[in-house]
Every structure is written in C-alpha cells, then in structure tokens.
C-alpha cells in the first residue's frame, strides 16, 4: 500500500513494468475527482530497444516476433485481472516523420504480428502516432488506450546506434513503447469498477477478518491475526463485544474475502471457521490448512 501525499487517497499499486514515470496533470483543481482525474499520476511505461537487420539476417528475428511477446504478455496480465479487449491497428496518420517505405515495414510488421495473434482485430487509418504505427487495445468498452508503437525515428533522430554482429557496421535499434496499465490509478479506478468492489484474493486490501465468538476467544483471535500476518497476507481482528452475527453481516458487507469465526472450542484445538465472502456455507481448518488455501487462492489470482 502507498499513501499519496493528497487528498488521503489509498493507492493499491500493480506495478508490471520495471519503468515507472511520473508525470504532471495540469487540470484545473476544480475538475480533480477521485482516480480517473487525479492531480498526480503515475504512468506504466516501458520502451523496448532491439536490433533490426543484423539479427534478421543471422538468426531470424523480426520484428513481428518482438510485437507478439508484447501482445502475449498483455493477454497474460488481461487475464489475470479477468479483462477482454479489443485490437486496433492505427496506421500512418497525415503528418509524419520518416520515409514512405519505412512506415509501410513498421505496419506490415505489425500486421503480420496481429495476424499471428489469432484475436481479431480492426484497422484505424490514419491515427498512429507521428513517429509510427501503434496497436490500440479497448479494455471492457470503459478504457482506450495507446497499447505499444513502433518507432523507427526516434532512434534515428537521436542518433541512437549499435555494433552490429560483425561489428564493423552500426545499425541504428527499433523502439516499442509499451503501456500495458496506462495510468495505474486509472487502471485501479477501472478494476474497482469491474470487481464491483469485490476484489479478488490475491489483490484485495481486506482478505481476511478473525472475528471471536467471545472475549475468551480474544487472546486466540490475535494470535491468529498475527499468524496470517507472519505469512504475508493482510487480516483484521473484531474484538468488540458485539453479537457474531452482528460481526459476521458487517464483515461481508466491508467485502473481506474471508471471515474467520470460531469459540472457545475451536481455540483449544487451534481450529477456525471459514466462511467465504458470498457464500452462506462454512468449513473448519486448521490455521496451517489455511494459510495454504491462501497461498493456493493467491497464486492462482483468485
């Protein structure tokens, strides 16, 4: 968990790509309201460098091939958040950088890239960025966004180079900008939206809550809470001296994902009563029994 430093807002950062940028929103102060048009963001960005020819030549590697790892990685982190998207492949637009021939290698490489993919996908004419052509992904019709471009000018521009295999010649290196997340307190805003509220196990900032039957329980309870807390995973402890029932309805509707409930019986034998966030049934376990339910629910992103 990271606390911003306005406003009190809790950010729960994913944190995919190893480039991290912040970057500055001038909004006017009176349009700022909750993640989507935060003051302050935090942009998940990564730029991928690679060599052309030379690598085409002696081994095989073309560009299509870096686009599809970016592509197979994106569906790979869609699925994990339980996302579907769509495809666009934004071509050159009316005022660009570059020659004609070169755009055209950059499009038709990540035409044959999409094509490989298997997800269907649409053409966008004329909206790629000035530098290059650009794969658009519409996450669940509530977020677009630019995904990756190929850029082969900034490079040249800047006058980027490297030794090729014979290290005789210099050849200049390809770009891919990589966005997977976008802004990640947008993409936080948009996974509250799809969960409901109801976060997944292994992303939730409640998993679980101990909840005593009585205050002879108590001493138990924090034990427990401890317990889970040693082996990674974020629990609270009701100590109050409410009913359980009262403990348990409030517990579901803070959307813990688990409620741990147990007596003086299940004290002594260092048991628990499992119930789930939206299930009405409930099961006994030991705490070793389930700290590794946790540890299976977590790996499996549930």
């Not at 992303?203 to 205050?215: G, K, N, T």
Request: proline fraction near 3%; aromatic fraction near 12%; glycine fraction near 6%.
């Amino acid at each position: 968990m990271i606390k911003s430093t306005h406003s009190n807002t809790l950010f729960l950062f994913i944190i995919i790509s190893k480039h991290i940028h912040l970057v500055c929103d001038l909004e006017d102060s009176k349009g700022v309201g909750f993640y989507v048009l935060s003051r302050n963001f935090v942009q998940n960005m990564k730029t991928i460098f690679f060599g052309l020819f030379c690598r085409q030549k002696k081994y095989g590697y073309a560009i299509k091939e870096e686009v599809r790892g970016v592509l197979d990685f994106i569906k790979y982190c869609y699925d994990v958040f339980g996302f579907t998207f769509e495809l666009k492949l934004s071509t050159r637009p009316e005022k660009y950088l570059g020659d004609l021939a070169t755009w055209n290698k950059a499009e038709d490489a990540l035409t044959e890239a999409l094509n490989e993919f298997g997800k269907p996908w649409q053409i966008d004419e004329g909206d790629g960025a000035f530098y290059g052509p650009k794969i658009d992904i519409s996450v669940s019709d509530t977020l677009k966004r630019k995904f990756q471009c190929l850029d082969f000018q900034l490079p040249a521009r800047f006058e980027l180079t490297y030794s090729a295999e014979d290290e005789a010649n210099r050849e200049a290196p390809v770009m891919i900008h990589r966005a997977i997340l976008g802004s990640v307190e947008r993409m936080f805003a948009i996974l509250l939206e799809h969960y409901k509220g109801k976060c997944p196990f292994w992303l939730s900032p409640r998993q679980a809550i101990v909840c005593p039957v009585s205050e002879k329980s108590q001493s138990y309870a924090i034990e427990v809470r401890d317990q889970i807390h040693q082996a990674g995973y974020y629990a609270d402890v009701d100590t109050s001296d409410r009913k359980i029932q009262k403990k348990v309805r409030e517990a579901q509707l803070a959307q813990y994902n688990y409620i741990l409930v147990f007596g003086e019986e299940e004290a002594k034998t260092g048991q628990v009563s499992v119930r789930v966030r939206d299930k009405a049934d409930h099961s006994v376990m030991s705490i070793d029994g389930l700290l590794k339910h946790f540890v299976e629910e977590a790996a499996a992103f549930h």
